[in-house]
């Protein structure tokens, strides 16, 4: 399965963006292979509004079957948990691939809801 995770830069020793719809990007690893590959988000960095949700039909045409990152908006969880996608939050804080290993043990659930 492909998991993306939004990304200060593109390396799995990048520290996970807090934020989904305006993440710099996004480190998308196929989690049997743990192939890398980055995702520049810069677009959907000066949208005023929709970022969340144009990001979330992007990770989508990419086959992305999960996403973790620090904070999910309503609208973007929305647009993901439709399109198929788990959702796993708050795991701003750490490097990439400290949230990629937390996902690949079980150590994280996806979200039911949005973050507040």
């Known amino acids: 399965m492909k998991i993306a995770v939004s990304s200060e830069g593109p390396g799995l020793d990048s520290q996970v963006d807090p934020r989904f ?39 989508s045409a990419l086959g992305v079957g999960a996403v973790l990152s620090g904070y999910v908006g309503p609208k973007a969880f929305t647009a993901l948990r439709a399109a198929g996608m788990q959702v796993y939050q708050d795991l701003d804080g750490r490097s990439v691939g400290e949230a990629v290993r937390c996902y690949t043990e079980g150590s994280v659930s996806p979200a039911s809801a949005p973050n507040k």
């Open 21 to 59: 719809g305006r993440a710099a990007g996004f480190v998308v690893v196929d989690t049997e292979s743990m192939a890398t590959e980055y995702v520049d988000n810069g677009a959907s960095q000066v949208m005023a509004q929709g970022a969340g949700i144009q990001t979330a039909e992007r990770l």
